[in-house]
Structure formats: structure tokens, C-alpha cells
């Protein structure tokens, strides 16, 4: 199993930038994708989330900057950063999630990409 983020970067504030995570070594279209990020100082925390059946959620503090998108034909999934702020910058991790079968319940991660919001 392999999973790799890319597409980290600086950026200014107000700027855009898109996450990208490819899977390999599983089941993708089977698995909850996920994005997590941790600033320093602190806990890791789930920013979006999007089911096998497309389905997504995100976390409230993002205010809808946020989207996450999946492309099973490919095994990857998106996160594109909208009107990015200071708070932003994190780590972003890609977690891939089996919610079927005998292996419910494990899950994957990649190593991380760095993003960095600085003027």
C-alpha cells in the first residue's frame, strides 16, 4: 500500500492551491478518502472527507473554502484550497479508509505535504 501526497507549496494569502493523493496497493474506490492536517503546536485534525459513494463532509472551521473531489479511474483525490488564510498552514496528510469487508477499520496514511500560507 502507498499512499503519496504532492502539490504543497507557499502561497500567499487569499491565493488557491490544490492537494493531490495517489493511491495504490488497495482498493481505492472502496475506501473513504480523507484529508488531515497538522499545524505546529498542534493536534492533527480531519479537514474533508469523501466516501466511496462520493459523499463528502468538511470541517466547519474551513467556512466552504474547501473541496474535496476523488477520480477512481486514477486513484487520486483532490483537495482544492480556496482563499487560503495564515491559519492554514499545516501539514496536510492523505488517509485512506476501509469502512468494508474483514478490513474495516484499517486505515493508510501518506507522509505529508507542507503547505505554508506567509505573505
Known amino acids: 500500500v502507498e499512499i503519496v501526497e504532492s502539490g504543497g507549496g507557499w502561497v500567499q494569502p487569499g491565493r488557491s492551491l490544490t492537494l493531490a493523493c495517489a493511491g495504490s496497493?488497495?482498493?481505492?474506490?472502496?475506501?473513504?478518502m480523507r484529508w488531515y492536517r497538522q499545524a505546529p503546536g498542534k493536534e492533527r485534525e480531519l479537514v474533508a472527507i469523501?466516501?466511496?459513494?462520493?459523499?463528502?463532509n468538511y470541517s466547519e472551521s474551513l467556512e466552504g473554502r474547501f473541496t474535496i473531489s476523488r477520480d477512481n479511474a486514477d486513484n487520486m483525490v483532490y483537495l482544492q484550497m480556496n482563499s487560503l488564510k495564515f491559519e492554514d498552514t499545516a501539514v496536510y496528510y492523505c488517509n485512506a479508509l476501509c469502512t468494508f469487508g474483514s478490513n474495516n477499520g484499517i486505515d493508510y496514511w501518506g507522509q505529508g505535504t507542507q503547505v505554508t500560507v506567509s505573505s
Open positions: 469523501i466516501t466511496e459513494t462520493y459523499r463528502t
Open positions: 496497493g488497495f482498493t481505492f474506490s472502496r475506501y473513504d
